[in-house]
């Protein structure tokens, strides 16, 4: 392979976003670049895993087998994106792909390239790939020409040493041509205040883009976890929030449950371990007439004396019908119950 191709997958066992772990054979690898159609859907090249409304930066013209796993063409790159990623602020890959009986999968019965993802802090799944680079080459090769921007350089009035020139003589020109060195120095600084902004720019950008490319990661991270019952859906936006605000710098520091030496680690990573380790909260399992028949919610005795509410326990009922039929909780379906 050149390097104007991007190393973007591999045959191995790999945990995917929701925590799932799939195994792939070279034979797998294989069969999604054979099946690969940019007519049919053609993958861009994203920061992250955004949303349905974030920008393309690039295409996938075609995919290829090779000795270090799956290869992608790339072709329309962005010039800006692809200085962010030879400069290395997106240094990673993470390859998303359609699972073969997902309906929006273009060749249903194999897995198909949805889109390539660039990374900047956040860990890769697919560990051994290569690091993406986008080199300079023609237009007629069908990748772009990349030019990067002359750094920031300060510049000061440059302090010169004027030799007297003698009166003119008869034989020597009256006008000696001069040079108007604080006008020069002043077209100098006004550059160099351009160059700044130009970088301050692409930095906010970047940040931006980093942003993003987080609370993505963030919101589908909550999302498996509701989806494995450990955090109740009322809480995903509250959670989210909370995640994102923890500053990626931020370490605490206990000591360990082994041998008492403190441990240092991120704040974010130990928070999202934490989560990741809740137990079920709330089952959306299905269950058999028979085990709702012996469900001792269900069941109500009266002690002597006092008897059930019908009209509270139809109300009891419905809400448990609800919660079978739509796999809410409880408290929901009492509330929509009135």
């Keep these: ?127 051994g790939l290569r690091k993406p680079r986008f080199v300079s080459m023609s237009e007629d090769d069908g990748t772009i020409t990349i030019e990067f921007p002359i750094p920031a350089i300060e510049f000061s009035a440059p302090v010169i040493e004027v030799p007297t020139v003698a009166e003119p003589t008869k034989d020597q020109p009256a006008n000696v041509g001069t040079v108007d060195y604080a006008a020069k120095s002043t077209a100098l600084e006004a550059e160099n205040a351009a160059l700044k902004a130009t970088l301050a720019q692409r930095d906010a950008e970047i940040a931006a883009a980093q942003s993003r490319q987080l609370r993505s990661e963030i919101t589908n991270f909550a999302e498996s976890l509701i989806e494995r019952g450990c955090v109740l859906p009322r809480d995903k936006a509250g959670l989210v929030e909370f995640l994102v605000t923890i500053p990626l710098a931020q370490n605490l520091e206990f000591a360990s449950a082994d041998d ?30 028979g085990a709702a028949a012996h469900d001792p919610v269900a069941q109500f005795s009266a002690p002597p004396g006092y008897a059930v509410d019908e009209s509270q326990l139809a109300k ?23």
């Design 1 to 127: 392979m050149t390097a104007s191709t991007l190393n973007i997958f591999r045959a191995g066992t790999w945990t995917a976003n929701n925590g799932q772990t799939l195994t792939f054979s070279e034979s797998d690898v294989a069969a999604i670049a054979a099946v690969y159609d940019p007519a049919k859907h053609e993958a861009p090249l994203v920061i992250g895993h955004p949303a349905l409304d974030d920008p393309a930066y690039g295409w996938v013209a075609a995919l290829e087998t090779a000795p270090s796993g799956l290869e992608a063409t790339p072709r329309k790159v962005d010039p800006k994106f692809a200085m962010w990623v030879n400069e290395e602020r997106f240094n990673r890959i993470s390859s998303s792909l359609f699972p073969p009986d997902s309906p929006s999968n273009p060749v249903p019965g194999s897995y198909y390239l949805r889109h390539v993802g660039f990374l900047g802090a956040a860990t890769e799944a697919v560990k």
């Design 260 to 289: 008492g030496n403190p441990v240092k680690t991120g704040a974010r990573a130990w928070a999202l371990d934490f989560l990741n380790r809740l137990p079920v909260q709330v089952d959306f399992s299905e269950r058999t007439a």
């Design 316 to 338: 009891h009922q419905q809400a448990l019908a609800l919660v079978k039929a739509r796999g809410i909780p409880y408290a929901q379906a009492i509330h929509e119950i009135g």
